[in-house]
């Protein structure tokens, strides 16, 4: 199928977007990197009359570091996370992570703000940054918001983006040297979704575990941070027994939807052995 005729607008400014966003409200949408609207698009998922393109707007590209914070333009693609030196040094989680989103096709045109914006529980980014304990500034037409990664995301396409609302930054505390992470991911195919996939990072002290976030994707209606396991690690050491009740634990609160990437208990299955896998991984990346 093709889309149905809409117009398109092609602001050159923020203050520009969200007057056309404000202006033609629930008829419009915002088009970021356009692989989760263009495919609904045409499958008339979605029929909006008004397509708001913010590929011209430079000001919310880029990657640079204010203070203790990592701050990256919404509009920065995945392969610009990807080669970013700041990241590679700074957060290799998210450069990680980046690397295992679709194909590079993909990547060259995937933005970060549109694959969060979407609120797709397929989606990467939203487990990733719930790790990293992101906060997300949002523009509207009264001024700017910012809400934490950690409870935006509410369930399948729905977050915390009010109607009028664009994501213009993602703010990351710099990760402490010595942050363990992993992001462990199992997808069928290259350019497919996670079957199940886990992103952790960790931090260690005096042989104990000091700090751990554990985010699951694609097992549930939206990315789910497994307090449970993590509370299970916390001050103590981080050996095989743990990491494996930190997944039994991580296993108990996955709800999938069975389709063809598995049944509800493959996937549930793979989560724990994700989590295993990332557990272990971040450990070994940790300083002790």
Known sequence: MIPRPFEYHAPRSLSEAISLLTEHGDTAKLLAGGHSLLPMMKLRFALPDHLIDLGKLTELKGIRETGDELRIGAMTTENELIWSTLLQEKCPLLVEGARQISDPQVRYRGTIGGDISHG??????????????????????????????????????MTLLEAGEIM??????????????????????TGDFAT?????????SGGNVSDVRIVLTNVGQTA??????????????????RIDEAARLAMSICEPAEDLRGDIEYKTAMAGEMTRRALSKALSRAAH
């Open 224 to 241: 789910l941070r497994a307090t449970g396991a993590e509370q299970s690690l916390l001050g103590k050491p981080l050996d095989d027994a």
């Open 196 to 204: 199940a996939a886990t992103a952790v990072t960790l931090r260690m």
């Open 120 to 157: 797709d529980p397929g989606n990467d980014h939203p487990s990733l940054t719930i790790a990293l304990d992101a906060s997300f500034v949002l523009a509207g037409e009264h001024g700017d918001r910012v809400v934490p990664a950690d409870g935006f995301f509410l369930g399948t396409y």
């Open 168 to 189: 213009t930054e993602i703010r990351i505390p710099t990760p402490a040297a010595g942050t363990g992470y992993c992001y462990a991911k199992l997808k069928r195919k």
